[in-house]
Structure formats: structure tokens, C-alpha cells
């Protein structure tokens, strides 16, 4: 029973953090072709960036400043990826081996 509880923690974890990382790449590809900066959803998307995204602000400064927010938002989702497959990793090792013994 822990096992299948930590297996869908897991999985939990697996899909916040996809889903977080979803979120920034949807604004680098709005920031990237100039999305309409007053649009909800590109204000949705610039708000995530802030809130999940802030570590990698300022990170990588090519000359073009689209490109530079573009590529440390994708940046900052491919840490966001990594990170919910490490700890989901993590949390399925510590469930217990289901070992059946044969009477």
C-alpha cells in the first residue's frame, strides 16, 4: 500500500513540475515572437516565469534581449523537468520492495 501512495506521489511531482515547466516554455515562445505584453495569457505566463523562473533571470545576455529572456525561460524549464524526474526518482526509491513469499 506505501508503495502505490509513494508511486502516485511521484507521478504528482512528475506532473506539477512538467507542468510548471510548460508554462515557461509557453512565455519564452511569447517573449520570443513579441506576444502582446497586455494579453492575460501572456501576463499569466510572465507571472509564472517571475514566481518559477527567477533563478535563471539575467543568467545568459546575448545582445537581443528576446532572445536572452527566450533562452533562461527555456532554461529555467529544462531545470524545472530535471528536477520533478530527480525527485520523483527519489520518492519511488523510498517505497518499500513489494517481495511476495511463497508458502
Known amino acids: 500500500m506505501a508503495a502505490r501512495i509513494l508511486s502516485l506521489v ?4 512528475r506532473v506539477v513540475f512538467a507542468v510548471i515547466a510548460a508554462v515557461l516554455v509557453v512565455h519564452a515562445v511569447f517573449v520570443l515572437f ?3 505584453p497586455a494579453n492575460p495569457l501572456v501576463e ?10 527567477w533563478f535563471t533571470e539575467d543568467l545568459f545576455t546575448p545582445s537581443d534581449p528576446r532572445i ?4 533562461n525561460a527555456a532554461l529555467a524549464a529544462v531545470i524545472w523537468v530535471v528536477a520533478g524526474s530527480l525527485i520523483s526518482t527519489l520518492i519511488v526509491r523510498l517505497a518499500p520492495s513489494s517481495s511476495k513469499v511463497n508458502a
Not at 511521484?10 to 511531482?13: K, L, Q, T
Not at 499569466?44 to 523562473?53: L, P
Open 34 to 36: 513579441q506576444a502582446n
Open 10 to 13: 511521484a507521478s504528482i511531482v
Open 44 to 53: 499569466f505566463a510572465a507571472g509564472w516565469r517571475n514566481s518559477f523562473g
Open 68 to 71: 536572452a529572456e527566450a533562452v
